[in-house]
């Protein structure tokens, strides 16, 4: 018995493509997509810099850059150029050849990270398996104790879930795989004691310099620093996870390089991705020193992590923020937006935080959904990462005017919590 393929394509007999509307699409997708995620808020159907377009031809501000992917914004010609010029040399290979986008790529992160000579990259294709092959780095040490923070996320397959603390994620998949100790988030006496017993027992701490999906949220300054002194002193890793804060996100090439954040720590690894690719999945694992040799050969592996295009479309973007001095842009804009929300001295805006283009708004009462969808209805795309805060992640090249707009939507929101909920 041979499969029916015929499926519902949006061109006609000619080939031409034919207008399809947002609820069409939102229909198609629920018959056909698995519900993970539940019904999209819209259906975009193009981008361009930091603006993209949905299906019934409504114009939208990215604030949100697909969580901190987009990087360069929508179709870059740099990116474009890239992902074009490799993908017409040579596509894929397997992992029994090496390619110069990779060699070249690993080399970059290297540098950029300010890595010893030892290190080395493992390349995946997104920031859960980036973590994920940090865990299997940690089990290889031989120790059964891995050292988490409440608030945590770094992603939900099976390790790199057994990581990330909200209970919601892991119920339905236990048992996770064990070992893992959840601290307070930002508790140095916490983080003495779970050392002071049992120190040698732990094989790695994970921590994000900021917790992103937790809400935007810093620890407390010389936290990092206490945890490099404490897994130095006791033999553990220290693992940085970047996956959201990497790539220029919060104004240095990785967060723990800002002062103020990492005061010079090193650590023993760092997992990327998100805006490594500039919207082309990939994601890497950064091994300092003799934390390269924990993983030999069939001890992990990937059939895309490293792949040419990806490293191709990685190079370009890590070359663009380079070249166009992005850097100094997030850093401008970043303090400039900070300044003019808290400059509103809205009844309910509570706080605003964050680092470079990575910002929560933090509200009085639990309103950030309604927040969300109003703002979605006035053409600007930004998350409700908790109830009562929303984040902003967007391209990195964003200008001051180009997100004016969105401060002066903020300004214009009602002045009391329950005319959200008339």
């Known amino acids: 018995m041979s499969a029916d393929l015929t499926v519902q394509d949006n061109r006609d007999s000619q080939g031409h493509e034919v207008a399809t509307s947002g609820s069409e699409w939102t229909k198609r997708y629920s018959g056909a997509i698995m519900d993970t995620f539940g019904l999209p808020q819209t259906v975009l159907v193009r981008g361009e810099g930091v603006y993209v377009w949905d299906a019934d031809g409504k114009k939208y501000l990215d604030l949100l850059a697909g969580i901190a992917v987009n990087v360069l ?3 870059h010609p740099t990116l474009t150029a890239a992902i074009s010029a490799q993908l017409g040399t040579l596509g894929h290979v397997s992992n029994f050849f090496g390619t110069p986008a990779q060699i070249t790529l690993a080399e970059t992160l290297l540098n950029l990270a300010q890595a010893p000579s030892e290190s080395r990259v493992f390349f995946t294709n997104s920031g859960t398996e980036a ?3 940090a865990f299997k780095m940690a089990r290889r040490t031989g120790r059964p104790r891995i050292l988490a923070l409440e608030g945590a996320f770094h992603g939900r397959t099976m390790g790199a879930l057994a990581l990330t603390h909200k209970p919601d994620y ?4 236990e048992p996770l795989p064990g070992g893992v100790e959840f601290l307070p ?7 003495e004691a779970a050392f002071a017993t049992g120190g040698d027992q732990i094989a790695a701490m994970f921590v994000e310099p900021l917790q992103g999906e937790a809400g935007v949220r810093s620890l407390p300054a010389g936290y990092l620093a206490k945890v490099r ?6 033999g553990a890793l220290m693992i940085l996870d970047e996956v959201q804060t990497g790539v220029a996100r919060t104004g240095a090439w990785f967060a723990h390089q800002l002062p103020e954040i990492g005061e010079g720590i090193t650590p023993d690894a760092m997992t990327l991705a998100k805006g490594l690719g500039g919207g082309i999945p990939i994601g890497a694992v950064i091994a300092y020193g003799k934390a390269a040799t924990l993983l030999g050969r069939g001890q992990h592996g990937t059939t895309f992590g ?3 295009v990806a490293s191709a479309a990685a190079l370009a973007t890590l070359g663009v923020i380079d070249r166009d001095s992005v850097m ?3 850093n401008a804009v970043g303090q400039y937006v900070r300044s003019q929300i808290l400059g509103l001295n809205h009844p309910l805006i509570k706080a605003v935080r964050g680092h470079g283009l990575l910002i929560a708004v933090e509200f009085t009462d639990a309103i950030s959904a309604q927040v969300t969808a109003r703002a979605l209805a006035a053409g600007f795309i930004i998350n409700a990462v908790n109830p009562s805060a929303i984040r902003l992640a967007p391209p990195l090249v964003i200008t001051k005017e ?3 707009p969105f401060i002066d939507f903020l300004g214009q929101l009602p002045n009391e919590a329950g005319a959200f909920t008339q």
């Open 229 to 234: 002194e404490l897994t130095s002193q006791h």
């Open 328 to 330: 100094a842009n997030v």
């Open 306 to 308: 490293g792949n040419p």
């Open 170 to 173: 892991r119920a339905p998949f």
């Open 73 to 75: 914004g929508h179709a």
């Open 402 to 404: 180009q997100i004016q």
């Open 185 to 191: 988030f930002g508790d140095f006496c916490a983080l």
């Open 131 to 133: 973590n994920e092959a």
